[in-house]
């Protein structure tokens, strides 16, 4: 079983819709981060939680320590949300990170 | 300079030769990752690096496999005996101690 686990592996949505990408982890964290890539792209580091909730624009992510998820919630999704969404934790020094979401926003 | 900066940003070897990656962090970061990605799949664990020194060398994948870091900046990875399953983009990561990463765009190996 991988330490972190991130749901749905694939995700097609409409513009506009509300999506929610999810990620679990089975080790002790000193840190979560959610992590963007574009196709062809490099890694664009999106949030760094510890605890509670984080938003920027239309982005929102949120941690619960005691259950060991995570949540990146995307609001009004427009077409170039589309990427990669990587979750990541940090349990001492290196990053552990999941697979990875592939999100596709159609318009 | 600004971000994480990788050379070269391609590099195509032959089967057998070796190859040196190089990583230039932000100045200031103690902390160096190294990872891999191979195509269509996730990103792979190499070596990371807190000042000079090596915690955690488990991800790399052979003794063909090697990394260092000199002056807490620069980072060198080498592949001794290239393979085609060394192809893959080689992601090199750097952060102050336990906060936020960043990345640079790494090098695409292609090993033929």
């Known amino acids: 079983k991988n330490e972190v686990e991130q749901s749905p592996q694939n995700l097609t949505a409409q513009e506009g819709e509300f999506i929610t990408i999810n990620c679990s982890y089975s080790?002790?964290?000193?840190?979560l981060h959610w992590l963007q890539q574009h196709p062809g792209g490099g890694i664009v580091s999106l949030f760094m939680?510890?605890?509670g909730k984080k938003k920027h624009g239309r982005l929102i992510a949120t941690i619960n320590i005691q259950e060991k998820h995570s949540s990146l919630h995307i609001t009004a999704s427009h077409p170039r949300d589309s990427a990669v969404y990587i979750c990541a934790v940090r349990p001492q020094g290196k990053l552990i990170f999941g697979t990875g979401t592939l999100l596709a926003v159609q318009p | 300079g600004a971000g994480v900066s990788q050379s070269p940003s391609n590099k195509v070897t032959e089967k057998g030769k070796d190859v040196e990656l190089r990583c230039d962090p932000i100045s200031g970061h103690t902390a160096l990752y190294w990872y891999r990605q191979s195509l269509g799949q996730g990103l792979e664990f190499l070596i990371y690096?807190?000042?000079?020194?090596?915690?955690?060398k488990s991800g790399l994948p052979s003794d063909r496999f090697s990394a260092e870091r000199t002056g807490g900046s620069v980072s060198t990875l080498t592949i001794q005996r290239t393979q085609q399953e060394d192809s893959a983009v080689y992601l090199c990561?750097?952060?102050?101690?336990?906060?936020?990463?960043?990345f640079g765009q790494g090098t695409r190996l292609t090993v033929v």
């Open positions: 939680l510890s605890s």
């Open positions: 690096f807190q000042g000079n020194s090596a915690p955690d």
């Open positions: 080790v002790g964290i000193s840190a």
């Open positions: 990561a750097s952060s102050p101690q336990n906060t936020e990463a960043f």
